[in-house]
């Protein structure tokens, strides 16, 4: 369904439960480029198993979300030279105002409260949601993510070069062999999936919807987020960070940084796990979430 959320129209997903039931809320907020359908329904399914009403959303600019085309995209290459050399990226919008959207989700489902769960750059919006509007969170689990603190490796050097390469052609299959191909990379070798399962879930997404010039204006805004170390130290809300431990494009250094910035934030790695979320990744992630969110729910009614 679309609501109206900060002045946006954002896609939004429901599950679970409704107004009044009295489960608790788990808010998901998904990364760079990122539909809500990148959430396996499986890993949905799980939560609320698990006793959770979960609630998803396409982050504006991506999925069925408002889009910001009429912004444009600057030049991209020359803001990612200005923040190789430590100089503000100038960016469409920021990971603030997306922190807004979140916030503006939960106030259009008439949710007061929600453990915040963010994936790598929803990790980082996560973050802020959890630091700037402590009454709304209440836990906060960052994925994969990172404090985007100067001075942390970044991606392995194969992984980046993919990354500035584009498609070999427009056609839909082009498209999927190309994310394929990146995939492969940043993949969990723990648990490797194939190249068929790949193709069914990109082939879907693409379908649901395609919007590059997005990815790259929330790649801006996280280049222009510079502030965000300074601010994690505001946290209060139980934190767990989970990392895993052969994640090819965010660093394991990235997400025991985080933890270190986060006042009481329990740090776990995940063996195995890169930068993806395959299905026995999820259950691991899930069996992590549930009793941790449950746990702040009883000792925030104490």
């Not at 906060?140 to 980046?160: H, K, N, Q, T």
Request: glycine share 10%.
């Amino acid at each position: 369904m679309k609501l109206t959320a900060n002045g946006l129209q954002i896609e939004v997903d429901d599950t679970g439960g409704g107004s009044g039931d009295g489960r608790p809320v788990i808010l998901l907020i998904m990364g760079l480029g990122m539909q809500l359908i990148a959430w396996p329904t499986a890993f949905v399914q799980q939560l609320v198993d698990a006793g959770f009403r979960v609630v998803r959303h396409d982050n504006r600019d991506i999925g069925l979300s408002q889009g910001f085309d009429h912004a444009g995209t600057g030049n991209f290459i020359w803001e990612t030279i200005r923040h190789r050399l430590g100089l503000k990226v100038r960016s469409a919008y920021t990971l603030q105002d997306m922190t807004r959207d979140s916030i503006g989700v939960l106030d259009a489902l008439g949710i007061a409260k929600a453990h915040i769960v963010g994936a790598s750059m929803g990790g980082m919006i996560a973050q802020r949601l959890a630091a700037t509007a402590p009454h709304r969170a209440a836990s906060l689990v960052s994925i994969m993510s990172s404090s985007g603190a100067r001075g942390l490796p970044g991606p392995r050097r194969e992984v980046a070069a993919m990354l500035m390469r584009r498609p070999l052609g427009k056609s839909e299959a082009e498209l999927v062999a190309h994310s394929i191909r990146l995939l492969r990379l940043i993949q969990s070798p723990a648990y490797p999936q194939t190249d068929e399962e790949l193709a069914e879930r990109l082939t879907f997404s693409m379908r649901r919807a395609y919007h590059p010039a997005g990815m790259l204006r929330q790649m801006l805004a996280i280049g222009a987020d510079d502030e965000r170390p300074k601010v994690l130290p505001r946290i209060q809300s139980p934190t767990l960070v989970l990392h895993g431990d052969a994640d090819a494009l965010v660093p394991i250094a990235c997400g025991e940084d985080s933890a270190r910035r986060i006042p009481g934030a329990q740090f776990v790695a995940v063996p195995g796990m890169g930068h993806d979320l395959p299905p026995e990744v999820c259950t691991i992630l899930a069996n992590h979430i549930a009793p941790f969110a449950h746990a702040a729910d009883a000792k925030d009614k104490t």
